[in-house]
């Protein structure tokens, strides 16, 4: 079996896991069973609005996104490479800061402590192996840095404004009725350091790895 086949089975089941968590979590959520203690007091219209508000829902869908253009080899459009590199930084981002800052709560049910392994944990894992060991190479473009960015910076904006009237954030270290505003403004900009280092390197990692680009053409 050749190493573009692997890849493509590799994104193959990526894509499979991301699905399964996504859809898993939500049925969770319809059926009654929270995705954090917070949000046992709220309707289940409100608990599902609220699924959909996660930057690790977020950034999965984006994974299974980017992995449906790879699947189908559609991979010469900006918006492919924007969804790529977004998804790629989103996920990382989401494992980075689900083992340092999210363990996961001990009231979950097995249900909900399967999807928040594999949300947080596995997917990660397989995006980043499979980016560094099948690419597709030669694809993150400094054109792309910036556009790759809106998203990340549009759901923090749209959280932090929406929090007051929901009272609700979706995570302790940008819970402004918790912390406070300065606090929370320190973690959001330490947040999006993150992610420009993390782009920047995805960058610098992927010009190195150009050698390998066709991995993924069979």
Known sequence: MTRSRIGRYWHIGTFVVAA????FQLYLVASGD??????????????TR???????????????????FIIRDRLGSQLFRVVRLASLIGITVTGIVAAIALPPSPNYTTGSLICDRLLHVVVPALTFIGWVAFG????????DLLPSLIWPVAWLAATLALGPFVSWYPYPFINVDSIGLSRTLLNCAVIALLFLA???LARWTDRRLTG????MTA
Not at 20 to 23: D, E, I, N, Q
Not at 34 to 47: G, H, M, P, V, Y
Not at 136 to 143: F, I, M, S, T
């Open 198 to 200: 993390l782009a920047a």
């Open 136 to 143: 597709p190479r030669g694809l993150v473009r400094r054109e």
């Open 20 to 23: 399964f968590a996504l859809t």
């Open 50 to 68: 609220r699924y959909f508000s996660y930057f690790t829902i977020q950034s999965n869908f984006l994974v299974a996104v980017s992995m449906v």
């Open 212 to 215: 390998d680009r066709d991995t």
């Open 34 to 47: 929270n995705i954090l203690d917070s949000t046992a007091a709220a309707s289940r219209l409100e608990q």
